[in-house]
């Protein structure tokens, strides 16, 4: 087999070919594949010529950009992804400005229907707005262009996918997500999370490269693989969830336990992610990991639905249903309670005072209405 | 004419109508129990206040049969409305009919003081049967929010999945969760009135609408023949 570009890569780097072999198989496991699919993968990356992807950034916070590069720990993904084929990104391109936007324009027009894009960060809905101008072009103009000319598109993070933050009410630049700000966009595929798991990204990738299609996905178009299992369900705390031990109050004895973080809010019960299996920044750890409550990051809307984060349920007009909901309903019920004694005690008493006679006895009805009037009369 | 006073003893001139057939009396009183312990386990589930080997995940198990039961009570009562005799029709609770509609309105104005006569009939007065519609829409909710709460629990190759379209229609899980929480006290405080006006009707009327529940029968006045 001739050397490929990538293994001279490799070795230049001193990345050894059990490691490139081990990276291969960490792959099959983050897209839950039997073992003997690592030899496909590598297979695959070996040879495949390399995708062309464009990654656009919008209305973001580089964090997704941040996860993928995984800034601290250079692995053997980083030369698989950003060494070789990523014409256009502008957080990590030599190039600036006209130049910059020179190779985005040419990788279009040249690879027109074949490279992929990569979006990070939401979409201002107008374009006329002022909001998220790239080179003097608005955000939409240029997602319209490039995705609507690509192979496929990723939405990547929770900012793509759903708005995210900077759709959070009031949404004040009228945020849409690449789907809504580009109908129709083909192949379109989402990554969630706030910010997207380099593992998850990579693996996705890695998945094109060897399958050459898109994963299974859930109903918001997440690939199943990493959005397949509930945080609750694979969480290394469920055994406190289930048998009611519970973190009650930052850094008590059950938080320096590691109980479960229901109370404290966790919406783990709520969000589909992989965190618990994959983990983060390679594998050193995760958020409910190191004692801090699950946000839901990777659900729709959840700057505006998982909020108050540190509480199990959402807020009703800005009052805190997680503390007032039980009492006001136990007010409630007493309340209806004693209404309907004073409601008891006025319909007995006007009966009593025999009022009250069978509709179709009229005759007798009209009589009693008449003693009753006089009754009041007389009292009066 | 036999006219009969209202608080006449039960069985003097008064006639045995066969109100609640079996499956209504059936429904009725396996969604008494399910919701008393759907409510006392699903108030454990938002709020758990103390801890036992896995009493969190046999209270939930508790509460996952429960809702089975009742969600097939409330089936069965749906049905039971188109195949049921006339005072347990589907047209007894959503009031179409003129007489129907009358029926509210005196039931409305005789509950606020503003009447003086009781709609006297041995099914659902108007105002009772809107109540019981309304109440099964909150029944319907709770099976939705319920399911939409499930589903993503719901084992590999459950059909339950199918619900996975109500998460996104609710707004998201945690929406969901609170509706949920918030029918449950809906249903509470319903119950509270409901037994109130039963305690109220039987003091009031003497029809035996307290053991109606359990036998089927009431005990109307006789004759004239009674009208919605
Ligand atoms: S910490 Fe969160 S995700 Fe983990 S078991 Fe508790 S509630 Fe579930
Ligand atoms: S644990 Fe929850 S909030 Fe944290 S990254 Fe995973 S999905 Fe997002």
């Not at chain 1, 519970?246 to 709520?270: I, N, Q, S, T």
Request: neutral net charge.
């Amino acid at each position: 087999m001739a050397q490929t570009r990538l293994m001279r890569e490799l070795e230049r780097q001193g990345i050894s070919r059990r490691e490139f072999l081990t990276f291969c198989a960490s792959m099959a496991a983050v897209l839950g594949m039997p073992k003997s699919a690592s030899a496909t993968i590598a297979r695959a990356i070996e040879t495949e010529e390399r995708p062309i992807l464009v990654w656009l950034e919008f209305q973001d916070c580089a964090g997704n950009t941040e996860s993928f590069l995984r800034a601290g720990h250079p692995t053997v993904a980083d030369l698989i992804l950003d060494t070789i084929s990523l014409n256009y990104h502008e957080t990590l391109m030599a190039a600036a400005g006209t130049q910059a936007e020179d190779a985005l324009e040419s990788t279009v027009a040249k690879h027109k229907g074949k490279y992929i894009a990569l979006v990070e960060g939401s979409i201002p809905a107008d374009a006329d707005s002022g909001y998220c101008m790239v080179g003097g072009r608005s955000a939409l103009d240029i997602a319209r262009e490039v995705c609507g000319n690509a192979a496929a598109t990723v939405a990547v993070g929770t900012c793509a996918t759903f708005g995210g933050l900077p759709a959070a009410r009031p949404n004040p630049t009228r945020a849409l997500s690449v789907a809504d700000a580009v109908p129709g966009v083909k192949n379109l595929i989402h990554l969630s999370a706030c910010p997207a798991n380099a593992e998850n990204i990579t693996a996705l990738i890695v998945y094109y490269l060897t399958v050459k299609r898109w994963p299974p996905l859930d109903q918001y178009r997440r690939p199943l693989f990493a959005y397949g299992t509930l945080i609750h369900d694979a969480c290394e705390r469920r055994a406190h969830f289930d048998s009611g031990q519970f973190v009650e109050e930052w850094g008590d004895e059950a938080h320096r336990h590691g109980y479960c973080l229901y109370r404290m809010g966790c919406k783990g019960p709520a969000t589909s992610q992989n965190c618990p299996i994959v983990q983060w920044n390679s594998h050193t750890n995760w958020p409910i990991g190191c004692g801090h409550p699950c946000l839901g990051c990777a659900e729709p809307n959840f700057w505006d639905v998982m909020t108050p984060f540190y509480e199990r349920l959402p807020n009703v007009a800005g009052v805190s249903a997680s503390r007032w909901l039980d009492p006001v309903g136990l007010t409630a019920s007493g309340a209806v309670a004693a209404a309907a004694v004073i409601h008891g005690i006025g319909e007995v008493r006007r009966y009593r005072r025999g009022h009250h006679r069978p509709p179709e006895d009229k005759g007798h009805a009209d009589e009693n209405k008449h003693e009753s009037d006089s009754n009041e009369e007389s009292r009066k | 004419m036999n006219a009969v006073p209202s608080d006449a003893p039960l069985g003097i001139g008064r006639e045995r109508v066969y109100v609640w057939e079996l499956p209504v009396r059936l429904v009725h009183w396996l969604l008494f129990f399910s919701i008393l312990i759907l409510a006392a386990t699903g108030y454990y589930i938002g709020n758990p206040f103390f801890s036992g080997t896995l009493v969190m995940a046999r209270i939930r198990e508790v509460h996952l049969y429960t809702s089975i039961v009742f969600s097939l009570c409330v089936l069965v009562r749906v049905y039971w409305g188109f195949a049921g005799n006339r005072y347990a029709r589907w047209s007894e609770f959503i009031p179409v009919t003129r007489e129907r509609l009358r029926s509210l309105w005196k039931s409305t104005l005789f509950y606020t003081f503003l009447s003086r006569e009781p709609v006297e009939y041995p099914g659902h007065n108007g105002l009772a049967g809107l109540t019981y519609a309304v109440i099964y829409g909150v029944y319907f909710v709770m099976i939705a929010t319920g399911l939409a709460l499930y589903q993503v629990y719901a084992p590999v190759g459950s059909p339950l999945h199918v619900f996975r379209f109500l998460i996104p229609f609710f707004g998201g899980l945690q929406i969901a969760r609170l509706i949920h929480h918030i029918g449950m006290w809906v249903i509470l405080i319903f119950m509270v009135a409901h037994l109130y006006f039963v305690i109220l009707y039987s003091t009031i009327e003497r029809t035996g609408i307290f053991d109606s529940i359990l036998s089927g029968f009431k005990f109307m006045p006789r004759k004239p023949p009674v009208k919605p």
